[in-house]
């Protein structure tokens, strides 16, 4: 009479396949951490929410996305550019390519052109003008007063409160979201004219 065969009991099973799955997890974290770093490209724009009454309309948005050509005096490499004139932000990959390009509100305070890093992100907090802010991205500090991009929990862009210093530099919902992918701490931000 032949031996029957024997079953494994079903937490060996379990167990077996609890050790499997760890190890291919495993394996995934350390190919993703050997991978790219995110671009804006990469990043979803989301829907944003409608601004509130008596706020700045949102900037025109341009024909595409990286429609405006980087300043040419904003260094070279992977980096956050900043023009002043244009009240407009471009996040530019290591080959020196624009992959996403928009318009901002800036504060009362102006950073000085030059370069910088970001120093220091913040998921949410309200800004000094008391309005609720997210992807808050620190780089810079003039005249006491901290300068950052953000933007607006709700989407909207109020104009700074008469006499009040703010350095919060606010941008469209989805372009924050876009920021906040592409601006690791230590990322380059050159500020131009």
């Known amino acids: 009479m032949p ?36 671009t ?17 309309p949102a900037p025109a948005p341009s ?11 904003s260094g070279t490499g992977r980096r956050v550019v900043y023009s002043l004139e244009q ?21 009362t305070v102006d950073p ?6 970001v120093s220091v992100r913040k998921g949410a907090t309200t800004g000094s003008d008391g309005v609720e802010i997210e992807h808050i991205i620190y780089f810079s500090v ?7 991009f953000s933007n607006a929990v709700d989407g909207s862009s109020p104009p700074p409160a008469a006499g009040t210093q703010t350095g919060g530099i606010r941008m469209a919902k989805a372009d924050g979201a876009a920021l906040w992918a592409f601006g690791a701490t230590g990322t380059i931000v050159r500020v131009v004219e």
């Open 3 to 38: 031996v029957a065969a024997r079953r494994l009991p079903s937490w060996a099973w379990v167990t077996g396949l609890t050790a499997g799955a760890i190890v291919v997890i495993g394996a995934l974290t350390v190919k993703a951490e050997q991978g790219p770093h995110p």
């Open 40 to 56: 804006a490209a990469s990043v979803e724009p989301s829907a944003s929410a409608s601004a509130s009454a008596g706020t700045k």
């Open 63 to 73: 024909a595409s996305p990286t429609a405006q050509s980087v300043p040419e005096a």
């Open 87 to 107: 009240q407009r932000v471009w996040l530019v990959d290591a080959d020196d390519q624009a992959r996403r390009t928009f318009t901002v509100w800036p504060g």
């Open 112 to 117: 000085a052109p030059g370069s910088y890093t």
């Open 142 to 148: 003039r005249s006491g007063v901290n300068i950052a």
